[in-house]
T-cell receptor, first 113, second 113 residues
């Protein structure tokens, strides 16, 4: 199994500001994924982050709005830029660790006023 | 494009009852299927992973089955307890190298004491 530590666990932010979410894994992970879960909805994949290359974004998500860093195999960050109330969601990082089970961080509950 | 549906969206049962949660998917070319549990405002915990070549997996009071040809999976919970109250999501990994999951919208389970 693996432990993915995600922080912050929650934040309340003002419109127009940016928030960076961090995920630290206790094992090396080749591929990490960032998901968004809007209230009452299921998970939507934002992007796939590979170490040493640019993240691959899903349709509807762009790098300027959700820049991702992946400096090594155990760490990644997602920034939500120029936030608006529509960005209020739970953001989740995840990754595979030597298996095909997907492990998740505990999530970041973001509220934008 | 893979679509995953979970029925019912919500379920309330008395403690001790056995119950079945359903998951259906449109494209039978899957690599595996995974069931997750999500507590309110939290990340996801992997419960069971079924490979496409398998028919079922068991862990404690949980049993998950897979019928790939009909595009269906069920999660059976025996002798339910109030601590089982959570949202249960199934996710399908389609065949291919992307290793991305398509999530269902979840079943919100409440077990009444």
């Amino acid at each position: 199994s693996a432990v993915i530590s995600q922080k912050p666990s929650r934040d309340i932010c003002q419109r127009g500001t940016s928030l960076t979410i961090q995920c630290q894994v206790d094992s090396q992970v080749t591929m990490m994924f960032w998901y968004r879960q809007q209230p009452g909805q299921s998970l939507t994949l934002i992007a796939t982050a590979n170490q040493g290359s640019e993240a691959t974004y899903e349709s509807g998500f762009v790098i300027d709005k959700f820049p991702i860093s992946r400096p090594n195999l155990t760490f990644s960050t997602l920034t939500v830029s120029n936030m608006s109330p529509e960005d209020s969601s739970i953001y989740l990082c995840s990754g595979y660790v030597q298996s095909e089970k997907l492990f998740f961080g505990s999530g970041t509950q973001l509220s934008v006023l | 494009k893979q679509e995953v549906t979970q029925i019912p969206a919500a379920l309330s049962v008395p403690e001790g009852e056995n119950l079945v949660l359903n998951c259906s998917f449109t494209d039978s070319a899957i690599y595996n299927l995974q069931w997750f549990r999500q507590d309110p405002g939290k990340g996801l915990t992997s419960l069971l992973l079924i490979q496409s070549s398998q028919r079922e997996q068991t862990s404690g009071r949980l049993n998950a089955s897979l019928d790939k040809s009909s595009g269906r999976s069920t999660l059976y919970i025996a002798a339910s307890q109030p601590g089982d109250s959570a949202t249960y999501l199934c996710a399908v990994m389609s065949s291919g190298s992307a290793r991305q999951l398509t999530f269902g919208s979840g079943t919100q389970l409440t077990v009444l004491p």
